[in-house]
C-alpha cells in the first residue's frame, strides 16, 4: 500500500538577505530554461534575482526566479517559459538567502482558489464562468516563542515593517513550495505546565512555487 509523506523533518526558512552572485555562461531557451552556471551550489527552491543577460533572454533582467532540476552546474526556471528566445553572453543570478524558522510544531495553508468571472450572457441557457486569477490563501504555522531565534526575530520585523518576505518549506521527500507572504499576526499563549507558543498567520502575495 502506498505511504503518504511524513511532515516530520519539514523545515520551514525565511529569507534573510542576498548571497554572491553565481556567473551564468550558457542559458538554453525553452520550457523549462536551462541555466549553465559551473559549480553554483543553488539548491532547488532557491530564489534568484537575474542580471546582465544579453540577447532576448534580457527579459530576465531584474526578475526574480526559482530554482528547480538543479545539477552541480546548471539548473532550471520552471516559472519561465523562454521558447524562440535568444541567448548571446552574459548574466549571473544572485541568490536569495534564508534562515531557518526554529521551534515550529505544525503548519497549514496554500488554500486559496481562482476568482470565478461571470461570463453569462443573453444567450446563454444556464450560468457560465471562466477563471480568474488565483488567490494562494493563506499559511499559518503554530511555533513555540523563542525570542533569540533569528528567523523568528526575522518574521518579527517583517510583521513590523509590513514588508513583503520570502519563504520556503522543504518536505522531507525534498520537495520545496517557495512563495512570498504578509506576517499578519504573531500571538503568544501560555498557561500552567505549558510552553510559550503562538500560531503564526500569513498572507501569500504571489504564486507559490514547487520544485
Known amino acids: 500500500m502506498p505511504s503518504g509523506i511524513s511532515a516530520q523533518g ?3 526558512q525565511i529569507s534573510s538577505g542576498s548571497g554572491a552572485a553565481k556567473v551564468i555562461t550558457a542559458i538554453s531557451p525553452g ?3 536551462i541555466v549553465t552556471s559551473a559549480a553554483h551550489g ?3 527552491g532557491d ?3 537575474l542580471a546582465g543577460i544579453v540577447g532576448t533572454l534580457s527579459a530576465l533582467n531584474g526578475s526574480k526566479r526559482v530554482v528547480s532540476n538543479k545539477t552541480a552546474g546548471t539548473f532550471a526556471l520552471l516559472d519561465f517559459d523562454s521558447t524562440g528566445m535568444t541567448y548571446t553572453s552574459g548574466g549571473t543570478a544572485t541568490p536569495e538567502t534564508y534562515t531557518k524558522i526554529s521551534g515550529v510544531t505544525s ?3 496554500f488554500d486559496g482558489s481562482a476568482d470565478e468571472l461571470d461570463t453569462t450572457d443573453l444567450d446563454s441557457t444556464a450560468k457560465e464562468y471562466i477563471s480568474g486569477l488565483k488567490d494562494e490563501g493563506k499559511f499559518g504555522f503554530e511555533a513555540k516563542v523563542l525570542k533569540a531565534d533569528a528567523g523568528q526575530q526575522a518574521l518579527r ?4 515593517s509590513g514588508a513583503i518576505v520570502g519563504m520556503k518549506l522543504t518536505l522531507p521527500d525534498t520537495s520545496v513550495a ?3 507572504v504578509l506576517v499578519k499576526t504573531m500571538p503568544a499563549s501560555g498557561g500552567v505546565n505549558s510552553v510559550l507558543k503562538g500560531k503564526i498567520d500569513t498572507k501569500i502575495s504571489g504564486p507559490v512555487v514547487w520544485s
Open 10 to 12: 519539514s523545515t520551514l
Open 31 to 33: 520550457n523549462p530554461t
Open 42 to 44: 543553488l539548491n532547488n
Open 47 to 49: 530564489v534568484v534575482l
Open 107 to 109: 503548519f497549514d495553508g
Open 157 to 160: 520585523a517583517a510583521r513590523n
Open 178 to 180: 517557495t512563495f512570498s
